[in-house]
């Protein structure tokens, strides 16, 4: 046995093979028991078991448990093992103890003593294993015991290298899990000396948490940015053999480069004259070696060589000063434009869109063109595709406006479907912002209806019909060109629309032709009427009571489809209506009247457009952190121009509060047929349809014996907190207390019998509405027993993991009991309190993190918003609550304006982590809010906003 001591445990070794010849799952499970028997009479009989054998069995049951098994017991004897002085038994200890125990552990107190003495002692790989235990749980209890000790070993000089390096990495772990544990002292000002280290590994394992603490206070630490300059400096100036340790593939410190010019990425560029001299004499020597043939042909060599270069040009950008390198890095990206290379092609393409918003380089960028449309005609890679169409939509101006959106349009056709979506909305944006000719800019979104109507928002047509009607010059020729447009034998829904606009408004500058006589421009749209949904048909309709005031002659016509029953009796409330009140408005008011009442659409407000509101800022679709440099843009989020005028003042909003890009929506609303009511002039009333049509299902009276399907009105109670009552009647209440942590939860759900009888049958089971058997796995344990005695208790533990982050309906719960043998069954079904938010966790950001990620987050489909009354007193203490409830971190001093509120959070799936922003804008004098939530994969933001609009 000393023998095996040495070489290994054997027993382990058996174990695992056995294990591993087991024929199937149900030998694998008796073999298991067996050995978890065995153990556990160990454990507890063997008073003499040594610590060897401790070691052995631990390494079992930590085997057992990464096989899937559940272990129970074990934990005592691997803190136990925390207290030898053998490596190989403390190693095991601090393995079994990182993996399983739990925050809420009884045994943390005994852990985080031994934890302490290993800290204390003067054995540096002791030391260490401590370190790596407390960076593993990071548990709040473990953090507050170790928070001033950590950073003071750090930036003490009696501490080797390899313990600072892992004191650097615990206490950036302890900085990201729990701030606040971390205190103050003098340990922040010595610690981005830690920078001129000797030991290259401390000065990489530095630099993050220096990176860490700049994010949070920039100030502060500044003396790092010389610091990380000289460093820089020694590592591009050395050769690959001043640095043989941290050499990879002949690239001096490629990771440790990457890091220190992220963290000047964090800072302007420096003010003092010698530095910055010596930054750009770094920059420069980086685009310099990238011109060097390569030492190597593995693909390590260039990976590592261009992974500095990136970086380098990404603070090239940041810095936005020196129009000598912007240059430079254009035509080394340029070069990477044709590379073999896929990823350096993507690359390439990202970076060169973020030079073009530099006035510097943005001509330089311009020259490659030719190469950006060839690759959006040529290359494979979807991703890489639609990097192209971020450039060229960034290198867009007036002198290649016509050149680009023609390019675009000729692409749109045969492009992918995931990215139609965004070449549409950047066309209209691009066509509005340079057109020199409105007709040209009319001809554009009618091209984007015919190629791709299914992919163009209600915000372009609406956008064009704002721009026509505001603009006389071009009128005559819209009516013109959707006129023709309409008579192609099918076209999309979204060139009725636009074309029953204005036809209605300006069908007479086109009427003296008589091929668009009256007759014929009613005939022709009426021809697509029963083609269309009851929104469009809507719009058709105010229409042809508009074309009784341009042309008279055609009254009789208008008044016989007006007057059709499928019109006067429609099932559509709407069209009903609107049929009715047409007919009897043309056929008892006077022509004064209906001049009146019909009059052409005043001009709209003249603003910026919605649609270029909404992606602003995306030419840089990867801003940097900025700490007080010059592209604080990101600052102005929410306060960007584009006029709230009449229509925000008419529903009760500051003008502060609409600013935003859908307060700014202009043009017909939808909901009302897209035509003005002949009885008001147009609004954006649209924009809040929703707050008018929450109409509650109709609940019908139980029948005997019978209770129906419960509705979901315990749902929202449970979107900012996780314990509640789901469901109480006279007999029954059915509680939950839930706890998740980032892709799992666990609900417990109790069921309390309020009668004196027994629930026989007493049944449940779950069911999955929709796609969410698809997005989320649910577990229900079983019930214990069949029945429920008067006045008891039980409960039913279901286990949840998200799959999918998009997920929008909750699993059903549905349970079934009987009072006696001779009643029928009593049905009950409730929605369990599983939500997209419950996978929530926390992310601390500060002011320029928020916001330049806010920006990036400004793609089509990213963004969610909703203006909305409030139902409820707006409470900042009862809103701060209800936020941090949602899952998300309340980030404080973020907002330019002290009363909105902005959080931050990560939806955790299997499947994906998708991040979160969230800005709620309160206007106490309207006492109305308006919600903005942005993620990073559509459909969340809407899910998000959905669950928060009845909180507040």
Known sequence: MPAVKGEGMRGLAVFISDIRNCKSKEAETKRINKELANIRSKFKGDKTLDGYQKKKYVCKLLFIFLLGHDIDFGHMEAVNLLSSNRYSEKQIGYLFISVLISSES?????????????????????????????????????????????????????????????????LLRIL??????????????????????????????ATSIIQALVQKSAEEYKGC???????????????????????????????????????????????????????????????????????????????????????????????????????????????????????????????????????????????????????????????????????????CDRSNAMDIVSELLLYLETADYAIREEIVLKVAILSEKFATDFSWYVDVILNLIRIAGDYVSDDVWYRVIHIVVNRDEVQGYAAKTVFEALQAPACHENMVRVGGYILGEFGNLIAGDERSAPMVQFTLLHSKYHLCSAPTRALLLSTYIKFINLFPEIKRGVQDVLALDSNLKSSDAELQQRSVEYLHLSTFASLDILATVLEEMPPFPEKEGFLLDKLKGSQSKDDFRIVGGKRGRAASVGGQQGGGGSEASSRGVTPSASREPLSNLVG??????????????????????????????????????????????????????????????????????????????????????????????????????????????????????????????????VNVECLETDFSDAPLLNLSYSLGSGTPPRSISVKLPVMASKFFQPFEMNREDFFSRWKQLAEPGQESQRIFNASLPIDPEAIRSKLSGFGMSLLESVDPNPENYVSAGIIYSTSAQVGCLLRLEPNKAALMYRLTVRSSRERVSDILVGLLLDQF
């Open 176 to 205: 990201r899990v729990s701030p606040d544990c971390v205190r103050d002292g003098e340990w922040k000002q010595r610690i981005i000396h830690l920078l001129n280290d000797q030991h290259m590994g401390v000065v990489t394992a």
């Open 668 to 797: 017909p609303p939808l909901s009302n047929g897209g035509v003005a009511s002949p009885v008001a002039p147009p609004s954006d009333s649209g924009v809040l349809l929703d707050l008018f049509d929450t109409q509650e299902p109709a609940s019908g009276a139980p029948s005997s014996g019978v209770v129906p399907a419960v509705s979901d009105e315990s749902f929202p109670r449970f979107v900012c907190r996780n314990s509640g009552v789901l469901f109480e009647d006279d007999l029954l209440q059915i509680g939950a207390k839930a706890e998740f942590k980032q892709n799992l939860g666990r609900i417990v759900v109790f069921y309390g019998n309020k009668s004196s009888h027994l629930f026989a049958n007493f049944v449940s089971s779950l069911s999955f509405p929709g796609t969410a058997s698809q997005q989320l796995s649910v577990q229900l344990k079983p019930l214990e027993a069949s029945q429920l005695e008067g006045g008891a208790q039980v409960q039913q533990v």
């Open 106 to 170: 009884e045994l943390i107190k005994l852990i985080i003593n031994n934890i302490r003495n290993d800290l204390h002692s003067r054995n540096p790989i002791f030391i260490n294993l401590a370190l790596h235990c407390i960076a593993n749980i990071a548990e709040r209890e473990m953090c507050d015991a170790f928070g001033s000790e950590i950073p003071r070993m750090l930036t003490s000089g009696d501490t080797t290298d390899s313990v600072k390096q892992s004191a650097a990495l615990c």
């Open 225 to 395: 940015v010389s610091l990380s300059v000289s460093r820089l400096s020694r590592i591009v100036t050395s050769s690959y053999t001043d640095l043989q340790d941290y050499t990879y593939y002949f690239v001096p410190a490629p990771w440790l480069s990457v890091k220190l010019l992220r963290l000047l990425e964090c800072y302007p560029s420096p003010e003092d004259t010698a530095i910055r001299q010596r930054l750009t004499e770094c920059l420069e020597t980086i685009l310099n070696k990238a011109q060097e043939p390569p030492k190597s042909k593995k693909v390590q060599h260039s990976n590592a060589k261009n992974a500095v270069l990136f970086e380098a040009i990404n603070l090239i950008i940041h810095m936005d000063s020196d129009s000598n390198l912007l240059i430079r890095s254009c035509n080394q990206l340029g070069q990477f434009l044709q590379h073999r290379e896929t990823n350096l092609r993507y690359l390439a393409l990202e970076s060169m869109t973020n030079l073009a918003g530099s006035e510097f380089s943005r001509d330089a960028v311009k020259r490659h063109l030719d190469t950006v449309i060839n690759a959006l005609k040529t290359e494979r890679d979807v991703s890489v595709r639609q990097r192209a169409v971020d450039l060229l939509y960034a290198m």
